[in-house]
Protein backbone atom coordinates (compact mmCIF):
# COMPACT_ATOMS: atom_id res chain seq x y z
CA UNK A 1 0.00 0.00 0.00
CA UNK A 2 1.21 3.24 -0.51
CA UNK A 3 2.67 5.27 2.41
CA UNK A 4 0.37 6.71 4.64
CA UNK A 5 0.93 10.49 4.20
CA UNK A 6 -0.54 9.62 0.34
CA UNK A 7 -4.20 9.82 -0.09
CA UNK A 8 -6.04 6.94 -2.39
CA UNK A 9 -9.09 7.34 -4.14
CA UNK A 10 -10.14 5.10 -6.39
CA UNK A 11 -13.23 5.79 -9.41
CA UNK A 12 -14.90 3.46 -11.99
CA UNK A 13 -15.07 5.32 -14.76
CA UNK A 14 -16.30 2.75 -17.23
CA UNK A 15 -13.77 2.68 -19.27
CA UNK A 16 -11.22 1.35 -16.49
CA UNK A 17 -10.70 2.00 -13.03
CA UNK A 18 -8.60 4.51 -11.91
CA UNK A 19 -7.12 4.87 -8.66
CA UNK A 20 -5.54 8.13 -7.54
CA UNK A 21 -2.72 9.11 -4.50
CA UNK A 22 -2.17 13.45 -3.67
CA UNK A 23 1.15 13.03 -3.03
CA UNK A 24 2.86 15.99 -1.41
CA UNK A 25 6.05 14.80 -2.63
CA UNK A 26 5.12 14.34 -6.45
CA UNK A 27 6.91 17.10 -8.62
CA UNK A 28 6.97 17.23 -12.31
CA UNK A 29 10.03 16.14 -14.46
CA UNK A 30 11.74 18.42 -16.86
CA UNK A 31 9.30 17.38 -19.94
CA UNK A 32 6.00 18.40 -18.03
CA UNK A 33 4.88 14.36 -16.82
CA UNK A 34 4.53 13.12 -13.39
CA UNK A 35 6.43 9.91 -12.61
CA UNK A 36 3.45 7.22 -12.48
CA UNK A 37 3.45 3.09 -11.37
CA UNK A 38 1.17 0.77 -12.86
CA UNK A 39 -0.24 -1.62 -9.78
CA UNK A 40 -2.08 -4.14 -9.40
CA UNK A 41 -4.85 -4.63 -7.58
CA UNK A 42 -3.44 -4.58 -4.18
CA UNK A 43 -1.45 -1.62 -5.11
CA UNK A 44 1.77 -3.08 -5.67
CA UNK A 45 3.92 -1.80 -8.43
CA UNK A 46 4.03 -3.74 -11.32
CA UNK A 47 5.96 -1.35 -14.20
CA UNK A 48 7.14 2.08 -14.29
CA UNK A 49 5.44 4.21 -16.90
CA UNK A 50 4.40 7.97 -18.02
CA UNK A 51 1.14 10.04 -18.51
CA UNK A 52 0.39 13.51 -19.25
CA UNK A 53 0.36 15.75 -16.96
CA UNK A 54 -3.42 16.74 -17.58
CA UNK A 55 -4.07 13.42 -16.56
CA UNK A 56 -3.70 13.02 -13.20
CA UNK A 57 -5.06 15.31 -9.80
CA UNK A 58 -2.85 18.18 -9.38
CA UNK A 59 0.24 16.82 -7.22
CA UNK A 60 -0.92 13.53 -7.41
CA UNK A 61 -0.70 10.12 -9.57
CA UNK A 62 -2.53 7.65 -11.39
CA UNK A 63 -2.49 3.73 -11.17
CA UNK A 64 -4.52 1.79 -13.48
CA UNK A 65 -4.80 -1.49 -11.47
CA UNK A 66 -5.22 -4.27 -13.78
CA UNK A 67 -9.06 -5.47 -12.67
CA UNK A 68 -12.15 -6.72 -14.68
CA UNK A 69 -13.47 -3.50 -15.99
CA UNK A 70 -11.02 -3.07 -18.74
CA UNK A 71 -13.15 -6.46 -19.96
CA UNK A 72 -16.00 -4.17 -20.76
CA UNK A 73 -14.03 -1.59 -21.87
CA UNK A 74 -12.57 -3.40 -24.22
CA UNK A 75 -16.54 -4.78 -25.50
CA UNK A 76 -17.54 -1.71 -25.49
CA UNK A 77 -14.78 -0.25 -28.12
CA UNK A 78 -15.86 -3.34 -29.75
CA UNK A 79 -19.30 -2.53 -29.90
CA UNK A 80 -18.71 0.88 -31.03
CA UNK A 81 -16.60 -0.26 -34.29
CA UNK A 82 -19.27 -2.12 -34.89
CA UNK A 83 -21.67 0.19 -35.42
CA UNK A 84 -19.65 2.08 -37.37
CA UNK A 85 -19.41 -0.53 -39.69
CA UNK A 86 -23.10 -0.78 -40.22
CA UNK A 87 -24.57 2.16 -39.75
CA UNK A 88 -21.74 4.56 -41.07
CA UNK A 89 -20.72 7.86 -39.54
CA UNK A 90 -22.73 8.82 -36.75
CA UNK A 91 -23.14 11.00 -34.01
CA UNK A 92 -22.03 9.89 -30.57
CA UNK A 93 -25.13 11.00 -28.93
CA UNK A 94 -26.57 7.39 -31.82
CA UNK A 95 -23.85 5.81 -30.53
CA UNK A 96 -24.48 5.92 -26.69
CA UNK A 97 -28.11 5.51 -27.40
CA UNK A 98 -27.57 2.38 -29.36
CA UNK A 99 -25.10 0.63 -26.93
CA UNK A 100 -26.73 1.99 -23.51
CA UNK A 101 -23.53 3.73 -22.67
CA UNK A 102 -23.30 6.96 -20.59
CA UNK A 103 -22.17 9.68 -22.53
CA UNK A 104 -19.19 10.64 -21.47
CA UNK A 105 -18.06 6.56 -20.78
CA UNK A 106 -19.07 7.11 -25.14
CA UNK A 107 -16.71 10.11 -25.75
CA UNK A 108 -13.67 8.91 -23.43
CA UNK A 109 -13.99 5.15 -25.82
CA UNK A 110 -13.74 7.41 -29.00
CA UNK A 111 -11.05 9.42 -27.82
CA UNK A 112 -9.37 6.50 -27.25
CA UNK A 113 -9.99 4.76 -30.63
CA UNK A 114 -9.41 7.73 -32.59
CA UNK A 115 -6.00 8.01 -31.24
CA UNK A 116 -5.33 4.53 -32.24
CA UNK A 117 -6.74 5.49 -35.73
CA UNK A 118 -9.38 2.81 -35.33
CA UNK A 119 -12.17 5.72 -35.67
CA UNK A 120 -12.00 8.72 -37.21
CA UNK A 121 -13.88 11.85 -36.25
CA UNK A 122 -15.95 14.56 -39.01
CA UNK A 123 -15.52 17.75 -36.83
CA UNK A 124 -17.43 19.32 -40.11
CA UNK A 125 -20.54 17.05 -39.54
CA UNK A 126 -19.94 16.07 -35.61
CA UNK A 127 -20.28 12.68 -36.56
CA UNK A 128 -17.60 9.96 -36.04
CA UNK A 129 -16.79 7.26 -38.82
CA UNK A 130 -13.93 3.77 -38.98
CA UNK A 131 -10.67 5.33 -39.17
CA UNK A 132 -7.55 3.99 -41.05
CA UNK A 133 -6.65 1.77 -38.92
CA UNK A 134 -10.02 -0.23 -39.35
CA UNK A 135 -9.18 -0.12 -42.77
CA UNK A 136 -5.84 -1.95 -42.38
CA UNK A 137 -7.32 -4.39 -40.23
CA UNK A 138 -9.93 -5.47 -42.68
CA UNK A 139 -7.47 -5.67 -45.55
CA UNK A 140 -4.95 -7.88 -42.91
CA UNK A 141 -7.78 -10.26 -42.72
CA UNK A 142 -8.77 -10.86 -46.61
CA UNK A 143 -4.94 -10.78 -47.17
CA UNK A 144 -4.66 -14.13 -45.09
CA UNK A 145 -7.80 -15.79 -47.14
CA UNK A 146 -9.60 -16.42 -43.86
CA UNK A 147 -12.76 -17.52 -45.89
CA UNK A 148 -10.74 -20.48 -47.69
CA UNK A 149 -8.67 -21.01 -44.57
CA UNK A 150 -11.87 -21.98 -42.70
CA UNK A 151 -14.20 -22.99 -45.14
CA UNK A 152 -11.25 -25.97 -45.97
CA UNK A 153 -12.06 -28.83 -43.80
CA UNK A 154 -15.81 -28.00 -43.91
CA UNK A 155 -16.05 -28.86 -47.77
CA UNK A 156 -13.64 -31.50 -47.24
CA UNK A 157 -15.74 -33.26 -44.30
CA UNK A 158 -19.01 -32.61 -46.87
CA UNK A 159 -17.40 -34.40 -49.60
CA UNK A 160 -17.10 -37.41 -47.52
CA UNK A 161 -20.44 -37.31 -46.47
CA UNK A 162 -22.01 -37.15 -49.95
CA UNK A 163 -19.49 -38.50 -52.08
CA UNK A 164 -19.66 -35.48 -54.70
CA UNK A 165 -17.86 -32.16 -55.61
CA UNK A 166 -18.30 -29.07 -52.93
CA UNK A 167 -17.43 -25.87 -53.90
CA UNK A 168 -17.43 -22.27 -52.22
CA UNK A 169 -18.19 -19.07 -53.96
CA UNK A 170 -18.71 -15.33 -53.75
CA UNK A 171 -20.56 -12.84 -55.77
CA UNK A 172 -18.45 -10.55 -58.25
CA UNK A 173 -20.44 -7.83 -60.00
CA UNK A 174 -23.34 -9.99 -61.29
CA UNK A 175 -20.74 -13.30 -61.71
CA UNK A 176 -20.05 -15.94 -59.50
CA UNK A 177 -16.63 -16.56 -58.60
CA UNK A 178 -15.40 -19.97 -57.73
CA UNK A 179 -12.18 -19.55 -54.36
CA UNK A 180 -12.39 -23.07 -53.22
CA UNK A 181 -13.26 -26.75 -54.38
CA UNK A 182 -13.01 -29.82 -53.31
CA UNK A 183 -12.99 -32.82 -55.22
CA UNK A 184 -14.51 -36.39 -54.14
CA UNK A 185 -11.90 -40.07 -54.35
CA UNK A 186 -13.76 -40.04 -58.26
CA UNK A 187 -14.19 -36.98 -59.31
CA UNK A 188 -16.32 -35.78 -62.43
CA UNK A 189 -15.14 -33.27 -64.99
CA UNK A 190 -16.91 -30.39 -64.21
CA UNK A 191 -16.06 -26.80 -65.92
CA UNK A 192 -16.02 -25.09 -62.30
CA UNK A 193 -12.73 -24.63 -60.45
CA UNK A 194 -10.65 -22.07 -58.56
CA UNK A 195 -10.70 -18.80 -60.11
CA UNK A 196 -13.58 -19.27 -63.05
CA UNK A 197 -16.34 -16.99 -63.01
CA UNK A 198 -19.95 -18.31 -64.32
CA UNK A 199 -22.95 -16.03 -64.86
CA UNK A 200 -24.56 -15.49 -60.70
CA UNK A 201 -28.06 -15.59 -62.04
CA UNK A 202 -27.37 -19.23 -63.77
CA UNK A 203 -25.33 -20.84 -60.81
CA UNK A 204 -26.95 -21.94 -57.35
CA UNK A 205 -24.12 -20.69 -55.48
CA UNK A 206 -24.77 -17.53 -57.01
CA UNK A 207 -28.66 -17.53 -56.57
CA UNK A 208 -28.46 -18.62 -53.32
CA UNK A 209 -26.71 -15.22 -52.72
CA UNK A 210 -28.90 -13.13 -54.70
CA UNK A 211 -32.19 -14.36 -52.88
CA UNK A 212 -31.34 -12.70 -50.26
CA UNK A 213 -30.23 -9.27 -51.07
CA UNK A 214 -32.09 -6.35 -51.83
CA UNK A 215 -34.25 -6.01 -54.69
CA UNK A 216 -32.36 -2.54 -55.22
CA UNK A 217 -29.11 -4.62 -55.48
CA UNK A 218 -30.46 -7.47 -57.39
CA UNK A 219 -31.75 -4.78 -60.04
CA UNK A 220 -28.22 -3.07 -60.23
CA UNK A 221 -26.61 -5.97 -60.72
CA UNK A 222 -28.76 -6.84 -63.92
CA UNK A 223 -29.87 -3.73 -65.30
CA UNK A 224 -31.32 -4.89 -68.98
CA UNK A 225 -31.46 -8.12 -70.82
CA UNK A 226 -28.12 -8.05 -72.03
CA UNK A 227 -26.99 -8.98 -68.24
CA UNK A 228 -28.90 -12.54 -68.67
CA UNK A 229 -25.87 -14.47 -70.39
CA UNK A 230 -27.36 -17.93 -71.28
CA UNK A 231 -24.85 -21.10 -71.59
CA UNK A 232 -27.82 -23.51 -72.17
CA UNK A 233 -31.44 -23.08 -73.32
CA UNK A 234 -32.63 -22.87 -68.95
CA UNK A 235 -32.11 -20.23 -66.90
CA UNK A 236 -33.91 -16.73 -65.91
CA UNK A 237 -33.76 -14.05 -69.06
CA UNK A 238 -35.24 -11.10 -67.78
CA UNK A 239 -34.92 -9.47 -64.57
CA UNK A 240 -38.89 -10.33 -63.53
CA UNK A 241 -37.52 -14.26 -64.45
CA UNK A 242 -34.87 -13.69 -62.13
CA UNK A 243 -37.38 -12.21 -59.27
CA UNK A 244 -39.78 -14.90 -59.17
CA UNK A 245 -36.70 -17.76 -59.22
CA UNK A 246 -34.82 -15.92 -55.91
CA UNK A 247 -38.51 -15.74 -54.36
CA UNK A 248 -39.12 -19.43 -54.60
CA UNK A 249 -35.44 -20.45 -53.62
CA UNK A 250 -35.95 -17.60 -50.84
CA UNK A 251 -39.13 -19.77 -49.91
CA UNK A 252 -37.81 -23.37 -50.17
CA UNK A 253 -34.27 -22.28 -48.21
CA UNK A 254 -31.95 -23.05 -51.41
CA UNK A 255 -31.48 -22.71 -54.60
CA UNK A 256 -31.26 -25.54 -57.46
CA UNK A 257 -29.27 -25.38 -60.64
CA UNK A 258 -30.53 -28.33 -62.82
CA UNK A 259 -28.64 -27.88 -66.36
CA UNK A 260 -28.14 -24.17 -66.31
CA UNK A 261 -24.59 -23.73 -66.86
CA UNK A 262 -23.80 -27.95 -68.31
CA UNK A 263 -26.74 -30.03 -69.53
CA UNK A 264 -26.15 -33.16 -67.20
CA UNK A 265 -25.13 -31.62 -64.04
CA UNK A 266 -27.14 -30.07 -61.51
CA UNK A 267 -26.30 -28.48 -57.86
CA UNK A 268 -27.93 -27.47 -54.97
CA UNK A 269 -26.29 -24.31 -52.60
CA UNK A 270 -27.03 -22.14 -49.54
CA UNK A 271 -25.35 -19.08 -48.39
CA UNK A 272 -23.03 -17.82 -45.72
CA UNK A 273 -24.12 -14.91 -43.94
CA UNK A 274 -21.70 -12.01 -42.40
CA UNK A 275 -22.38 -10.45 -38.88
CA UNK A 276 -24.75 -8.27 -40.27
CA UNK A 277 -26.96 -11.30 -41.69
CA UNK A 278 -25.79 -10.34 -45.47
CA UNK A 279 -24.57 -13.24 -48.07
CA UNK A 280 -20.77 -13.15 -48.34
CA UNK A 281 -20.23 -16.39 -49.53
CA UNK A 282 -22.01 -19.71 -51.03
CA UNK A 283 -21.58 -23.44 -50.76
CA UNK A 284 -22.69 -25.77 -53.54
CA UNK A 285 -22.22 -29.34 -54.20
CA UNK A 286 -22.74 -30.17 -57.79
CA UNK A 287 -23.38 -33.84 -59.06
CA UNK A 288 -24.29 -35.85 -62.51
CA UNK A 289 -28.26 -35.58 -63.32
CA UNK A 290 -30.06 -36.28 -66.14
CA UNK A 291 -33.72 -35.24 -67.01
CA UNK A 292 -35.67 -38.25 -68.21
CA UNK A 293 -37.20 -35.43 -70.75
CA UNK A 294 -34.29 -33.30 -71.25
CA UNK A 295 -33.95 -30.61 -72.42
CA UNK A 296 -37.20 -29.87 -70.10
CA UNK A 297 -36.48 -29.32 -66.62
CA UNK A 298 -37.60 -32.29 -64.13
CA UNK A 299 -38.05 -29.85 -61.06
CA UNK A 300 -36.01 -31.69 -58.49
CA UNK A 301 -34.87 -29.89 -55.56
CA UNK A 302 -32.89 -32.66 -53.68
CA UNK A 303 -33.61 -31.83 -49.99
CA UNK A 304 -31.95 -34.68 -48.11
CA UNK A 305 -28.63 -33.24 -49.82
CA UNK A 306 -29.15 -29.91 -49.48
CA UNK A 307 -29.87 -29.79 -45.82
CA UNK A 308 -26.28 -31.75 -45.51
CA UNK A 309 -25.12 -28.26 -47.66
CA UNK A 310 -27.16 -25.68 -45.04
CA UNK A 311 -24.89 -27.48 -42.20
CA UNK A 312 -22.22 -26.87 -44.00
CA UNK A 313 -23.19 -23.63 -45.04
CA UNK A 314 -24.18 -22.95 -40.88
CA UNK A 315 -20.72 -23.57 -39.62
CA UNK A 316 -18.90 -21.58 -42.00
CA UNK A 317 -21.01 -18.65 -40.87
CA UNK A 318 -20.67 -20.04 -37.29
CA UNK A 319 -16.90 -19.90 -37.63
CA UNK A 320 -16.32 -16.29 -39.61
CA UNK A 321 -18.58 -14.70 -36.66
CA UNK A 322 -21.95 -14.50 -38.85
CA UNK A 323 -25.81 -14.38 -38.49
CA UNK A 324 -27.87 -16.69 -40.22
CA UNK A 325 -30.91 -15.75 -41.39
Not at 272 to 277: A, L, S, Y
Not at 283 to 299: A, K
Request: hydrophobic share 40%; with cysteine.
Amino acid sequence: MPPARDQVSCVDTGVRRECRRRSTTARRNGHGHFPTERVDVNMRPIEALRIRSRDPPHGGCVWYPRCMTDVPALRHGLAIMQVLAERGPVAAAVIARSLGLPRSTTYHLLSELSAAGFVAHLPAERRYGLGIAAFELGSAYLRHNPLERLAGPLLSKLVDQVGHTAQLGVLHGNELLYLLKERPARPETLVTDVGVRLPAHLTASGRAMLANLPAAHVRALFPSAAAFVQRTDRGPRSLAELRRVLANERRRGWAVEDGHVTYGFASVAHAVFDHGERPIAAISVTFRHHCPEEPMMCDITWPELAEQVRRTATALTVRIGGKRR
